[in-house]
């Protein structure tokens, strides 16, 4: 299928397609994956190129972040597909003692997803492999924020896919939103903010599509009194400026004792230093730091700097822009001390490379502040007490959390990966992005023994301790 097609088009030609796609076997499947991950091994060099042309990702952060995760996935998916495609037996039920139930796995159908710009390969190849493995027809939008990397992307999955199978999508993200948006999918996942994902969410309702949100939020680090700061700062820092802070589970904000604010901001600032610079100057022309995706987000995050600093912050380091600095879509790393719950960089997710630190007195008020606000998408805890980590984790929620570390936890595909209220509905990576695109089939096989041949109408003549009776008769002798 080399011609051009409307959405409308593309949308049945998969339509006619989805049942053939449907029956594939493990064996069949897996080869499409394979094809993928050579298509993505040998070009991957075309994307790194693409990826820094499109905001400066280093080569090195490109691979360990989006390209190593991404063939992860796909060799997850092969090296397990053919048992996760298993019908899987359930237990047997004392009222049908010979009869068998099994979890029948069936794909959804045709599914869209609509990937984000901030890791725009693996967020987007992530869920293509899962559906795959799962015998969807797939329609995938990439972000038009990263162009380069979205002609990337539609020309790797041209080579991998036929376009009645797999299709990539290209155009302004709204309005071809809405389009796709419009059609009857069966299954819609949704990788960005949560307003987009309510609207998202209200759209698939509207065609009864199930829906799968990745989103946000402002992810909390708590630092417990007994942590080891040099360690904690290295970690935080990294954690905040990976990929210039544009990172969906990225620490937000820090919420430490009083008395380690200071020591453990000054921590984080040498961090950045030894990462990135030891100047203004030398960080803001490092080939190691990601610039910013787009103008108006630089703005954005000086005018929160700017908030702070009036409201009474201090900017250990960074929190100086230059008259430069937007249209070069660079942001400083900035760490903020004195910070209040009052300052515009507390009201929503920062998604750039600024890290406030929230003095508290108590453990208590720590956890009381996470509680007061909507779930996060990950959650951080750094220090030594078991008593007080278990503590955090039975009083708080997060779509995912990581002890002593940041980001790693999305790395491990045998676990899901995804958010809980505002920060998100439903999960993937492995085994769980394979069942999120395929419909989980109870079906009943009916054994020798109609058990149910003695309890048909009319009802009078059992009564229920006769009824209860029998079911219990029955029972007894089926487990001799």
């Known amino acids: 299928m080399n011609q051009e097609l409307s959405l409308e088009e593309l949308f049945e030609a998969q339509g006619k397609r989805r049942w053939e796609i449907a029956k594939t076997t493990a064996k069949e499947r897996i080869a499409k994956l394979q094809k993928l991950r050579k298509a993505l091994v040998a070009r991957q060099q075309d994307f790194y190129d693409a990826v820094w042309e499109d905001f400066h990702k280093p080569k090195t952060e490109a691979h360990l972040c989006e390209v190593y995760p991404a063939l992860?996935?796909?060799?997850?998916?092969?090296?397990?597909?053919?048992e996760w495609m298993?019908?899987?037996?359930?237990?047997?039920?004392?009222?049908?003692?010979?009869?068998?139930?099994?979890?029948?796995?069936?794909?959804?159908?045709?599914?869209?997803?609509?990937?984000?710009?901030?890791?725009?390969?693996?967020?987007?190849?992530?869920?293509?492999?899962?559906?795959?493995a799962a015998g969807n027809t797939i329609i995938a939008k990439p972000s038009h924020k990263t162009p380069k990397v979205s002609l990337f992307l539609e020309s790797l999955m041209a080579e991998a896919f036929p376009k009645d199978e797999v299709a990539v999508v290209l155009g302004d993200g709204a309005v071809l939103g809405d389009k796709l948006l419009s059609l009857p999918f069966d299954h819609m996942f949704f990788t960005g903010s949560p307003k987009v994902g309510a609207h998202v969410a209200e759209c698939a309702a509207k065609v009864h599509a199930g829906v799968t949100l990745e989103l946000g939020g402002k992810s909390p680090v708590i630092v417990l009194d007994d942590v080891q700061i040099k360690d904690a700062a290295q970690k935080i820092a990294w954690g905040k400026c990976l990929n210039a802070g544009q990172t969906c589970i990225a620490p937000d904000y820090v919420l430490c004792p009083a008395k380690l604010?200071?020591?453990?901001?000054?921590?984080?600032?040498?961090?950045?230093?030894?990462?990135?610079?030891?100047?203004?100057?030398?960080?803001?022309?490092?080939?190691?730091?990601?610039?910013?995706?787009?103008?108006?987000?630089?703005?954005?995050?000086?005018?929160?700097?700017?908030?702070?600093?009036?409201?009474?912050?201090?900017?250990v380091i960074g929190g100086t822009f230059t008259p430069e600095d937007a249209e070069s879509r660079y942001t400083p790393a900035t760490v903020l001390t004195g910070v209040t719950a009052d300052m515009s960089v507390m009201d929503s997710e920062i998604f750039g490379p600024i890290l406030?630190?929230?003095?508290?007195?108590?453990?208590?008020?720590?956890?009381?502040?996470?509680?007061?606000?909507?779930?996060?998408?990950?959650?951080?805890?750094?220090?030594?007490?078991?008593?007080?980590?278990d503590r955090v984790l039975r009083e708080t929620t997060a779509g995912?959390?990581?002890?002593?570390?940041?980001?790693?936890?999305?790395?491990?595909?045998?676990?899901?990966?995804?958010?809980?209220?505002?920060?998100?509905?439903?999960?993937?990576?492995?085994?769980?992005?394979?069942?999120?695109?395929?419909?989980?089939?109870?079906?009943m096989f009916q054994g020798a023994l109609d058990s149910m041949r003695f309890f048909y109408p009319p009802y009078h003549k059992n009564g229920e301790k006769g009824l209860r009776a029998k079911i219990q008769r029955i029972a007894r002798y089926f487990l001799k």
């Open 400 to 443: 995912s959390t990581c002890v002593n570390h940041c980001i790693l936890q999305i790395e491990n595909l045998s676990v899901p990966f995804g958010g809980v209220g505002m920060s998100g509905t439903g999960n993937y990576h492995g085994i769980y992005g394979f069942k999120t695109f395929s419909h989980e089939r109870n079906v």
């Open 86 to 132: 298993e019908d899987k037996g359930g237990n047997w039920s004392p009222l049908f003692p010979t009869n068998k139930s099994v979890s029948h796995f069936e794909p959804k159908g045709r599914v869209l997803i609509m990937a984000p710009w901030n890791y725009p390969l693996l967020l987007f190849v992530s869920p293509i492999v899962a559906a795959v």
């Open 356 to 389: 406030p630190i929230v003095a508290y007195d108590s453990l208590d008020e720590a956890i009381q502040f996470v509680q007061s606000r909507p779930k996060p998408l990950a959650l951080y805890i750094f220090g030594k007490s078991e008593r007080n980590i």
């Open 261 to 315: 604010v200071q020591p453990l901001a000054e921590a984080v600032a040498e961090s950045i230093r030894k990462m990135y610079g030891s100047t203004d100057e030398e960080r803001r022309h490092s080939e190691n730091f990601v610039r910013i995706i787009e103008t108006r987000a630089v703005e954005r995050h000086k005018a929160l700097v700017e908030d702070a600093l009036a409201k009474g912050a201090t900017a």
């Open 72 to 82: 992860s996935e796909i060799d997850c998916a092969v090296a397990h597909l053919e």
